[in-house]
């Protein structure tokens, strides 16, 4: 509609009623015109008015689209045709309404409909949401995309195979496929596990798991956990130590009463969804209920979840205390009390909430600590709140796993991210764990490797409990094949696939060294460990040795010059 158009309407639409309103819409019209005679035309002012009123939304939650809008408001108010092209929804920046140049419609103002324009803005928010983002990962960035995409893999696992949920926040995951055991079946007439005084319900549960051979741990601590012993129990690093607990639990807890009979507790997230996997991998045939509690999930869905009376209940100490103090779980009918790793529980500060969560347990309850590695103070605790417990220490002298190949590097501080790109392109590790003692430097390392064309990622204790999810899952099924990680991964980590552990930092505790190596070589699996050493860190070697009762040999290695200039011009300044 033209200018002389506009105002002829003015005269013939009745001025009389409308009054001020007409009076606007015919100063926006010869606006409107001035505009488009200047070059940037009526479809800019559209764009605006578009970007404001297209964000409105429906009372049913669906977005009004900008051109429908648009063209309502001007027929109310010139009583014809629409004056303006509709607008678009608001880009994050210009350069993508006018194109490079310009600012007119020669320069690349988008003049589509209202609709094509919200569906092109909607096409560009969804693929930056799912745009793969190299940057360095930190534990606020990108938290609303990646809780979106997080929800939308969950939905997705659900809807096909068994699978678990491992708690407040409905984290999916795959069950492995049961065999079709019998009694007459060889699996089970010569499983191995008969003899320790399992139920043949159990024995049979563990034959279709493909569990036949126990470890030296199942054979020494399963019969005394069945008579109701008190245990304090030591082992090396992956040798089966969370099923050496979870069979006496199976064998002791009722399905047919909805209370909690089991309480196991661990120091870490990443540990305790491990351990309520492996209870639930069982608990699907014997119809026992489990459920673990955590930090950064929702506590509203674990109160739920609680209500419907779970058997076994597995969590961190900190959660724990909350739903105790709150008197969300009853542990009036407690049978069994398990403390997972409790020398790392009093390393991070959880003394005092083991001793309250022992003190709100019921007289009577059996008391089972398991560790790698056991020291005086642990020891002390089992003294005081244990009743005439078992002692089992399996290779007490020999804490680090045979089968694990190790090695130490020597190398200056600015040489060591060379020295780690020529390792990797040297051993090609199917996957591989690289430990440092810092968030920041798992943040940088991580960001080099990924320039420099390995799938690396980091976790550690800042970043978002669902980012830390989803970068486990991608590992667990090999999305990721390095993953840097701070002492926050070095518990709970069960996965078979890891071949080689990396120690780009000396750990400052020597125990902590024997959990680090302990991620690969799993269950009698061979595995590689490396540590670089600094000119600096020779006495932290040798307190590793005396632990490990082992002399670590070098690895001799010259880094090749061109993976030097790669490292420069890739990732920046050395490490």
């Not at 429906?58 to 108010?77: A, F, H, L, V, Y």
């Not at 534990?139 to 939905?155: E, L, P, V």
């Not at 999916?172 to 496929?177: I, K, L, S, T």
Request: glycine fraction near 10%.
């Amino acid at each position: 509609m033209g200018f002389l158009d506009r105002i002829k309407g003015l005269f013939t639409g009745g001025q009389k009623d409308t009054g001020k309103k007409d009076d606007a819409s015919g100063r926006e019209g010869r606006k409107s015109e001035d505009r488009r005679r200047d070059g940037k035309g009526g479809a800019e002012s559209g764009e605006r008015r578009g970007r404001n009123r297209g964000r409105r939304r429906r009372p049913g939650g669906e977005r009004r689209e900008s051109g429908e809008r648009e063209q309502k408001t001007g027929q109310d108010k010139s009583g014809g045709a629409q004056t303006q092209p509709p607008g678009e929804p608001r880009h994050r920046s210009r350069g993508r309404r006018r194109g490079k140049g310009g600012k007119g419609p020669e320069a690349g103002v988008q003049t589509g409909t209202g609709q094509d324009s919200a569906a092109k803005s909607e096409a560009g928010r969804k693929s930056r949401e799912e745009r793969p983002s190299n940057r360095r990962e930190s534990g606020s960035s990108d938290r609303k995309a990646g809780s979106t995409r997080s929800r939308g893999r969950q939905r997705s696992r659900g809807r096909s195979g068994r699978s678990a949920d491992l708690g407040g926040i409905a984290q999916r995951v795959e069950f492995p496929e049961l065999l079709d055991v019998t009694a007459e079946s060889e699996e089970f007439t010569h499983n191995e596990f008969r003899p320790l005084g399992l139920s043949d319900r159990l024995v049979l549960t563990l034959a279709a798991n493909r569990f036949r051979t126990p470890t030296d741990i199942q054979r020494e601590m399963i019969p005394q956990a069945l008579k109701g012993r008190d245990i304090l129990g030591q082992a090396k690093t992956g040798t089966g130590k969370t099923i050496a607990f979870l069979m006496p639990i199976f064998e002791r807890v009722d399905p047919a009463r909805p209370v909690v009979q089991a309480l196991i507790v661990l120091p870490t997230r990443e540990l305790c969804r491990q351990v309520t996997w492996e209870a639930q991998r069982f608990g699907r045939t014997l119809d026992t209920k489990v459920l673990s509690v955590y930090g950064g999930t929702s506590v509203g869905r674990e109160v739920q979840a609680l209500q419907e009376g779970p058997q076994i209940m597995a969590g961190t100490p900190g959660r724990l205390l909350d739903h105790i103090g709150s008197g969300n779980v009853d542990l009036s009918n407690l049978k069994v009390l398990v403390l997972d790793e409790a020398d790392r529980m009093f390393d991070i500060g959880f003394r005092q909430d083991i001793i309250r969560i022992i003190k709100a347990c019921p007289e009577g309850r059996q008391i089972m600590l398991l560790s790698a590695t056991l020291d005086r103070e642990v020891e002390e605790l089992s003294e005081r709140y244990m009743h005439d417990p078992v002692q089992i220490y399996v290779s007490k002298d020999e804490i680090s796993v045979e089968s694990i190949w190790q090695r130490f590097i020597p190398s200056d501080r600015n040489h060591k991210i060379y020295k780690l790109v020529d390792l990797l392109r040297r051993e090609l590790p199917t996957q591989s764990i690289i430990f440092t003692n810092t968030k920041r430097m798992s943040d940088a390392l991580a960001l080099r490797l990924d320039k420099l064309g390995f799938k690396a990622r980091c976790i550690h204790s800042d970043l978002s409990q669902n980012k830390r999810e989803r970068i486990m899952d991608d590992f667990r099924t090999g999305r990721i094949e390095h993953l840097v990680a701070t002492d926050v991964a070095a518990r709970g980590l069960d996965i078979t696939g890891i071949s080689h552990v990396i120690n780009y930092d000396v750990p400052a505790n020597p125990e902590d060294y024997v959990h680090r190596v302990g991620r690969t070589g799993r269950m009698g699996a061979a595995g590689k460990a490396f540590t670089f050493v600094t000119p600096g860190e020779g006495k932290e070697l040798t307190q590793i040795e005396k632990l490990i009762n082992r002399m670590l040999e070098e690895y001799e290695m010259e880094p090749h010059q061109e993976d030097h200039s790669a490292v420069q011009q890739e990732s920046g300044q050395p490490a």
